[in-house]
């Protein structure tokens, strides 16, 4: 199956800095969601990108699907943005069985 | 959350038990995953349903496990002889369009489920 590997597994940030989060993954993928799992345990869906580039508010995301990697911006962060940001890519088999990363930790300290 | 409802929101067993976790989306939703989160780990894959039938239980740790979807809605994950290391959040998800098999992924609340 696919592997993915997330970076940083920690981060730390000051509010109103700004990140970005890498995820590299093994194997040609039909799709890549980018989720942010928050303290309460849900999994809210912030991109669905299997290639190029979107932007949603203060987050964005890039995928260059040939070089098997995906970037999450996120900028001008806010204690709210703490969580686990998770990659998922998948579709290869052309369903959606997405493989999860073990995920960033994101603390954003006042 | 996002249409879907997992019942019970959480589960305390003793090992040995047998437990059954449902999952109840909006209708309409042709496919239908199970995955599970243990502490500090991303989900993993478990069993996708098309309609009915389970297309891919690849992902399902051992026989103790199963699940079913009698009439392509609601599904209901069985777990018998429960282990401590069954201990985790079961998580059911289904695709963004219904009657679409791919596409963006959206998660249920999941149970959580605590193996004493």
């Known amino acids: 199956g696919i592997q993915v590997e997330q970076s940083p597994p920690d981060l730390i940030l000051q509010e109103g800095a700004n990140s970005t989060l890498r995820c590299n993954f093994s194997?040609?993928?039909?799709?890549l969601q980018w989720f942010h799992q928050n303290p309460w345990g849900q999994l809210i869906n912030l991109f669905y990108?299997?290639?190029g580039t979107k932007q949603n508010g203060r987050l964005s995301a890039t995928t260059v699907a040939t070089e098997r990697y995906s970037l999450l911006y996120i900028s001008s962060s806010q204690t709210t943005d703490s969580g686990v940001y998770f990659c998922?890519?998948?579709?290869?088999?052309?369903?959606?069985?997405?493989?999860f990363g073990i995920g960033t930790k994101l603390q954003v300290i006042p | 959350g996002a249409g879907v409802s997992q019942t019970p929101s959480n589960k305390v067993t003793e090992k040995g038990k047998y437990v059954e976790l449902r999952c109840d989306p909006i209708?309409?939703?042709?496919?239908l995953y199970w995955y599970r989160q243990s502490l500090g780990q991303g989900p993993e894959f478990l069993i996708y349903?098309?309609?009915?039938?389970?297309?891919?239980d690849s992902g399902l740790p051992n026989d103790r496990f199963f699940a079913v979807r009698p009439e392509g809605s609601v599904s209901t994950l069985k777990i018998q002889r429960t282990e401590r290391g069954d201990s985790a959040v079961y998580l059911c998800?289904?695709?963004?369009?219904?009657?679409?098999?791919?596409?963006?992924?959206?998660f249920g609340e999941g149970s959580r489920l605590t193996v004493l």
């Open positions: 998922a890519p998948g579709g290869s088999g052309g369903y959606q069985k997405v493989t």
């Open positions: 349903f098309q309609g009915t039938g389970a297309a891919d």
């Open positions: 209708s309409g939703h042709t496919a």
């Open positions: 194997d040609s993928v039909n799709n």
């Open positions: 990108i299997p290639s």
């Open positions: 998800a289904f695709p963004r369009a219904s009657g679409r098999v791919g596409g963006e992924l959206f």
